[in-house]
């Protein structure tokens, strides 16, 4: 059974960092393209970063560009999410996402992590 | 990276079909054959119903298909249930690695 477990989420001020944790089982993680996927309160999904399978290449939206770093451990399974100099906007549940092949789209989701930025 | 466009509902009574648009750009949609849709209940995670315009993951009933023409990706939902009722985003490959998905349409079951 594929299984993805975020951890690290929680409250922080604005201008403040996080690391967003996710750990993978049930399926060969060191093949599978990584993303995270985030939701704000009563919103829609927003791609937010993946990452390639070895590591050596990754992606973000616009609007984490320079503070998020997304990283990956393969003999561990796990993906991370380091997020600095954090926004009130950034506000979300994250969900960690995996593919299960080229340009599947998001086979594999995580339960999510609820991550506020606030005062 | 701007978001694709999805009506914001749709409904449909028990036995009946709905189907659900999801217009992009050149850039993502009509460009490339990777748009994919998902299926989210309230407080749960998103579910993968349709990969790569019109292919369904192991497990996924064949009441749910897609399609795609240009710029514009639908889902399809035949003998409509009352489980069906949710929210459903597509989500298209963008270039570059990147992905955008629909801003989410709210299916109502009558």
């Known amino acids: 059974e594929v299984q993805l477990v975020e951890s690290g989420g929680g409250l922080v001020q604005p201008g403040g960092s996080l690391r967003l944790s996710c750990a993978a089982s049930g399926f060969t993680f060191s093949r599978s393209w990584m993303s995270w996927v985030r939701q704000a309160p009563g919103k829609g999904l927003e791609w937010v970063a993946n990452i390639k399978q070895d590591g050596s290449a990754s992606s973000y939206v616009d609007s984490v560009k320079g503070r998020f770093t997304i990283s990956r451990d393969n003999a561990k399974n796990s993906l991370f999410l380091q997020m600095n100099s954090l926004r009130a906007e950034d506000t979300a549940v994250y969900y960690c996402?995996?593919?299960?092949?080229?340009?599947?789209?998001?086979?594999?989701w995580g339960q999510g992590i609820l991550v506020t930025v606030s005062s | 990276q701007s978001a694709l466009t999805q009506p914001p509902s749709a409904s449909g009574s028990p036995g009946q079909s709905v189907t659900i648009s999801c217009t992009g750009t050149?850039?993502?949609?009509?460009?490339?054959?990777?748009v994919s849709w998902y299926q989210q209940h309230p407080g749960k995670a998103p579910k993968l119903m349709i990969f790569q315009v019109s292919k369904r993951p192991s497990g996924v009933p064949d009441r749910f298909s897609g399609s795609k023409s240009g710029n514009t990706a639908s889902l399809t939902v035949s003998g409509l249930q009352a489980e069906d009722e949710a929210d459903y985003y597509c989500s298209s490959f963008a270039g570059s690695r990147n992905w955008v998905f629909g801003g989410g349409t709210k299916l109502t079951v009558l």
């Open positions: 996402a995996g593919e299960a092949g080229t340009y599947h789209g998001f086979d594999y």
């Open positions: 050149s850039s993502d949609v009509g460009g490339y054959n990777y």
